[in-house]
């Protein structure tokens, strides 16, 4: 079986997955010092998530006998203005990573790997729950920011409860 686009998909991907983790690092070093340490804590959880599907991917790959292809990760945005345009930027990341499991998965069948296929499924289920997790966050945010500007007290709660996530 000729799979070897897929495969190189596959490494890009873990590539992407490890750069994912950089770009919520540097979101959760702004927050931290802005002082909203709730939401540090929600992005910083979200660096070892995306660490740790790359590292599904890179065991997946492994474990088939293909090799893993590193790369260079490039520099993260370190500035923002506002808590909103940090989960803005992050959704439209995760609607990203969706694009890119779904051309996998697009592949996958072209050249009808069914392992493949397989170990795919988890990962575009899992982005129906990240899109979801950030787009409640923003309708949360936008509420509390809305036309009569910041609701302080509720951005205060709002960084309280991410403070939370296990």
Do not use: C
């Not at 690092?25 to 002082?35: I, Q, R, T």
């Not at 697009?106 to 392992?115: F, G, S, Y």
């Amino acid at each position: 079986m000729n799979n070897e686009k897929l495969i190189k998909a596959l490494n890009e991907q873990l590539n992407f997955e490890i750069e994912s983790a950089y770009i919520y690092k540097g979101m959760a070093n702004w927050l931290s010092s802005e002082d909203w340490n709730g939401f540090s804590h929600f992005m910083t959880k979200q660096v070892y998530e995306e660490l740790e599907h790359a590292g599904k991917i890179e065991r997946f790959l492994l474990e088939i006998g293909k090799k893993i292809e590193l790369t260079e990760v490039p520099q993260p945005k370190n500035e923002y203005t506002s808590v909103n345009e940090v989960m803005q930027i992050a959704l439209e990341h995760e609607k990203e990573v969706t694009r890119r499991f779904n051309n996998l998965m697009d592949i996958a069948r072209e050249v009808d790997d069914k392992r493949i296929e397989i170990f795919l499924q988890w990962f575009i289920t899992e982005q129906v729950e990240e899109e979801a997790t950030f787009e409640g966050i923003i309708v949360k945010l936008d509420r509390l920011t809305g036309k009569d500007g910041a609701n302080i007290t509720g951005l205060y709660m709002l960084n309280a409860e991410l403070g939370r996530r296990e």
